[in-house]
Structure formats: structure tokens, C-alpha cells
């Protein structure tokens, strides 16, 4: 344990959440086999940052309110204008205000997703050489420096995917509903459906690659692995007069690098949950006032209001699915290099 420096991972971890999370205290822990994860302080910290998104997003949802009203009334009293074409100028004035609003609303949430991001890539950097450092101390050799070459690409594959693919894709997306919804005849409807479709299965493609490496990494190094540490304890065993004492004292420090190694798993995939659980929390909460808004406002409000408003959830739960898997994906990476490197 002493020979593992958690220094740069407890750096990060400041930076990130503030302090207030022991990173060593936490392998301790879950070494000993005690809950990590207080379900009590989680939920309390939720019905907290639920009431302070509310009170921070108040304007903007007040604001929303007023254009929209502003819209209905001008539409369904038309009639009171001998020129129609004033209602519609006044309609397209009102909109563009909202797409400026919808607009600096959705760049933040835009920022909530690419901090998160960044969060988890800082700490799955630090975090690699000390795991797979005691995965190396399980004789666990040719698997540790495979997975570890894995982490480094995800790592940096997760970057290119989330800044030059992911991102742009749903922000594409977001300015495609906005600039649809303009006009009552939707000419951007398909495009739309194709950025949105492009995202999920983008998605589910990385998944499944990291899927596919641990399924078939998995039956291969771990499994000479395991067979050299048997070579090594039998061998020793073998020796005359300290065999019995040589294997018995091989089997122990194998067992306890492997739960040093599980220990640290284990507090990484706590660590994980707790960086992308406030994100993940406001923006739930922004996809879910977005699609309140909207079902509130379409018995009054025109349809090419609410309907943008509808957009603009689905726009917030892309982010919220691409938040969500990225952080599977680490998690999984943890989880399974863990199950399949150990007992």
C-alpha cells in the first residue's frame, strides 16, 4: 500500500470535487470491505442542488413564459390587425428573442457536459499508473501493461469523440429544431432525425467496442497470467525444506496486491460516480423543465413554440445520454478489468 503514491490522484480529486473525498481513505475501505457510497448524503445532496437549479434557472423559465404567452396572443388575436403580415413580423421578432434565449441556455448546458468530460479524463490519467501498478504487484504482468495501453487510447479516444464529434453533432442538432420551427412548414424535420440518430448510434458504437475488447481480451491475458502464478507457487512449493513456507507466504502477498488492486477499483468507480452525479442531476433537471414547459404551454401557445421547446429537451437528453455512457464506459473499463484480473 505504502508504495502506491495517491498524491497526483488526491491533487485532481481537490480540484475536481472540492475536498472533502479521501482518495486513500476510500481504498482503505473498500479493502475492509465497508460501504462506500452513503445512499443517505447522496440523496439529501440531490433534493439540495434539485432546489438550487430551480432557483437558478427561475428566470429563464419566467422569461420563456412571457414569449410564449407573448406569441399566443398575437397569433389568436390576428384578426384585431387589417394587416396580417404585422402579427407574423411580431411572431418572428418574439421567436428569434427565444432562440437567443434557448441559445445561451443550451451553451451552458453544453459546458456542464464538456467539464464532466474533461473531469473524468484528469482523473482516469492519474488514476492508471496507480492501478495498474497494483495490478502489476498481482503478477498479473502481461495483462496490466495490455489494459493499461487500453485505458491511455479510451482516454484519448474519448477526447476526439466528445470534442470533435459528439458535441458538435448535438449542438448541429439543437440549431437544426431552432431554425425548423421558424416557419409552420417543417423543411429541416429529416436532418434533425439524422443528427439525432447519428449521436445514439454513435453511442452505442463506442460501447460496444469497449464491449467487445474486455470479451476478448478477457479469455486471453488474464488466462496466462493466471497460469504463470500457478507455475510460480507450485514451483515454489516444490523447493525442498521451505516449500510449504515459500507458497504459503507467495499466496498471501499475491492476495493482498489483489486486494489492494480491488480496493482501489473499487473506490475509482465511487470516485466516477460521484464527479458525474451533480452534472448528470442539472441536467436531468433542465431536459425535464424543458419538457414540462412544453406540455404546459401547448393548449395556449403555438405549436412552433412548444414544439422548440420539446426540441430543446430532446437536445438536453443527448447530452445527458452522452454524459451517462462515457461514464459506463470508464466504469465498465474499471469494473471488468477488476472481475477479470482477480478471483
Not at 167 to 183: T, Y
Not at 210 to 238: C, K, Y
Not at 246 to 262: P, Q, T
Amino acid at each position: 500500500m505504502e508504495e502506491i503514491d495517491f498524491g497526483e490522484i488526491q491533487q485532481v480529486l481537490d480540484e475536481i470535487l472540492g475536498g472533502g473525498t479521501d482518495f486513500q481513505q476510500m481504498v482503505s475501505e473498500g479493502m475492509k470491505g465497508e460501504n462506500l457510497l452513503s445512499l443517505h448524503r447522496i440523496g439529501s445532496l440531490l433534493q439540495k442542488l434539485f432546489l438550487e437549479e430551480l432557483l437558478a434557472q427561475k428566470t429563464l423559465w419566467i422569461h420563456i413564459l412571457i414569449l410564449a404567452v407573448a406569441a399566443a396572443v398575437l397569433l389568436h388575436f390576428a384578426d384585431v390587425f387589417r394587416n396580417k403580415s404585422v402579427s407574423q413580423i411580431s411572431f418572428c421578432m418574439i421567436y428569434m428573442i427565444l432562440f437567443l434565449l434557448l441559445i445561451t441556455s443550451f451553451r451552458g448546458s453544453m459546458e456542464i457536459a464538456g467539464q464532466v468530460f474533461e473531469h473524468m479524463r484528469s482523473f482516469m490519467t492519474v488514476l492508471a499508473p496507480a492501478y495498474f501498478l497494483a495490478m502489476t504487484l498481482t503478477s498479473y504482468v502481461t495483462s496490466s501493461g495490455i489494459y493499461y495501453e487500453f485505458v491511455l487510447l479510451l482516454i484519448s479516444a474519448v477526447r476526439w469523440f466528445t470534442e470533435v464529434f459528439l458535441l458538435p453533432c448535438i449542438e448541429i442538432h439543437v440549431l437544426l429544431v431552432l431554425a425548423d420551427h421558424l416557419s409552420k412548414e417543417e423543411r429541416l424535420t429529416r436532418f434533425t432525425e439524422l443528427t439525432e440518430l447519428i449521436v445514439q448510434w454513435g453511442l452505442k458504437a463506442a460501447l460496444a467496442a469497449v464491449m467487445g475488447f474486455h470479451l476478448i481480451q478477457g479469455v486471453i491475458s488474464p488466462a496466462a497470467d493466471a497460469f504463470r502464478n500457478t507455475a510460480v507457487s507450485q514451483g515454489i512449493e516444490m523447493v525442498p525444506g521451505v516449500g510449504d513456507i515459500g507458497g504459503s507466504v507467495a499466496d498471501m502477498v499475491f492476495g493482498s496486491a489483489m486486494l489492494i488492486k480491488n480496493g482501489i477499483g473499487a473506490a475509482a468507480l465511487i470516485v466516477l460516480l460521484l464527479i458525474c452525479l451533480v452534472p448528470l442531476a442539472k441536467l436531468g433537471i433542465i431536459m425535464a423543465a424543458y419538457y414540462v414547459l412544453a406540455a404546459v404551454l401547448q393548449p395556449v401557445s403555438d405549436e412552433r413554440i412548444t414544439g422548440c421547446l420539446s426540441g430543446m429537451g430532446n437536445g438536453v437528453r443527448l447530452l445527458f445520454q452522452a454524459v451517462f455512457t462515457i461514464m459506463v464506459l470508464f466504469l465498465l473499463t474499471i469494473a471488468l478489468t477488476a472481475a477479470l484480473t482477480g478471483p
